[in-house]
């Protein structure tokens, strides 16, 4: 069975950094789509960022040059670094598999699975 559990979110001031973290079991992570996802209250969801087999990555406008997507196959893990925080990334986060595995720009529209999600705070 598919589980994904985040970790990592937390409160932080506009311009500091934070690393959430996705430990993925039930399957192999190698040959899938995975991603990030976020939702603020009262706001629609929002594909962060997709990383897909082949290797491609695709981001939001929105956080383009601040947050990158990387996994760790081995581990069976998924990672989203985020820099250069701003209080508009205040949000839940949620590690996801795609509903489809590549081009991520696809997957980056269509997850299939998540976990419970993460809070991340920005404070101005």
């Known amino acids: 069975q598919l589980q994904l559990v985040e970790s990592g979110g937390g409160s932080v001031q506009a311009g500091g950094s934070l690393t959430l973290s996705c430990v993925v079991s039930?399957?192999?992570?190698?040959?899938?789509?995975m991603g990030w996802f976020r939702q603020a209250p009262g706001k629609e969801r929002e594909g962060v960022a997709a990383s897909s087999f082949p290797p491609n990555t695709t981001y939001a406008d929105s956080v383009k040059g601040r947050f990158t997507i990387f996994r760790d196959n081995d581990k069976n893990t998924l990672y989203l670094q985020m820099s250069s925080l701003k209080p508009e990334d205040t949000a839940m986060y949620y590690c996801?598999?795609?509903?489809?595995?590549?081009?991520?720009?696809?997957?980056?529209?269509?997850?299939?699975?998540w976990g419970q999600g993460t809070q991340v705070t920005v404070s101005s």
């Open positions: 039930g399957i192999t992570m190698l040959t899938r789509c």
């Open positions: 996801a598999r795609g509903r489809v595995n590549w081009p991520s720009d696809r997957c980056l529209r269509d997850f299939a699975d």
